[in-house]
C-alpha cells in the first residue's frame, strides 16, 4: 500500500469536521478540555464542601467555647513555672557558653594554637546568642503581662 491510499484512508476515518483542523489546534482543543474539566471538578469539591460549613461552624463555637477553659488549665503555675525556669536557666547558661568561647578565644595564651573560627561557626554563634536574647525578652515579657492580668508572678 502506497502513503497516499495510507493517508487517504486516515483521511476518510476522521470526521470532516475535524479533518481540516491542525495538529496546533487539536492540541489547544485538548487542553482546555482538559483545564475546564479540572475547573469542574474543583466546582464539584466546593459545592460538596459547601455543605459541610454548618458543621465547620458550630464545631468552631463549640471549641472557642472550650479554648479558654484549655487555656486556664494550661496557664496554671505548676506547668507555667517549671517552663519559665527552663527557658530562663537555658538562655542565661547559652549566653555564658557563649561567652567563654569568645573569652577563651580572645586570650594571648590561646592565640598560638586557636585557629580562627569559621564563619558558618561564627554565624550560628550569633543565631545562638540572638535567640537567646530573644528568649529572654519574651520571658520577661510575659512576666509582666501575667503580674498584670494575675497580679503575681
Do not use: Y
Not at 2 to 10: A, C, G, P, Q, V
Not at 40 to 54: H, I, M
Request: net charge positive; charged share 15%.
Amino acid at each position: 500500500m502506497s502513503n497516499s491510499l495510507k493517508s487517504e484512508k486516515i483521511e476518510h476515518s476522521i470526521p470532516s469536521s475535524v479533518a481540516g483542523i491542525s495538529s496546533e489546534a487539536r492540541g489547544v482543543i485538548a487542553w482546555s478540555s482538559l483545564f475546564f474539566a479540572f475547573l469542574q471538578s474543583v466546582c464539584t469539591f466546593f459545592a460538596a464542601v459547601d455543605g459541610l460549613r454548618l458543621v465547620i461552624g458550630v464545631s468552631s463555637l463549640a471549641v472557642s467555647a472550650s479554648v479558654g477553659a484549655t487555656l486556664d488549665r494550661i496557664h496554671s503555675d505548676w506547668i507555667r513555672v517549671p517552663m519559665i525556669v527552663f527557658a530562663l536557666v537555658g538562655s542565661l547558661l547559652n549566653l555564658l557558653v557563649l561567652w567563654q568561647i569568645r573569652r577563651l578565644r580572645a586570650r594571648p595564651a590561646a592565640q598560638w594554637r586557636v585557629k580562627s573560627p569559621s564563619p558558618e561557626k561564627l554565624r550560628m554563634e550569633r543565631v545562638q546568642f540572638w535567640l537567646s536574647i530573644a528568649t529572654l525578652v519574651l520571658v520577661a515579657v510575659e512576666e509582666f503581662w501575667h503580674f498584670r492580668t494575675c497580679g503575681h508572678l
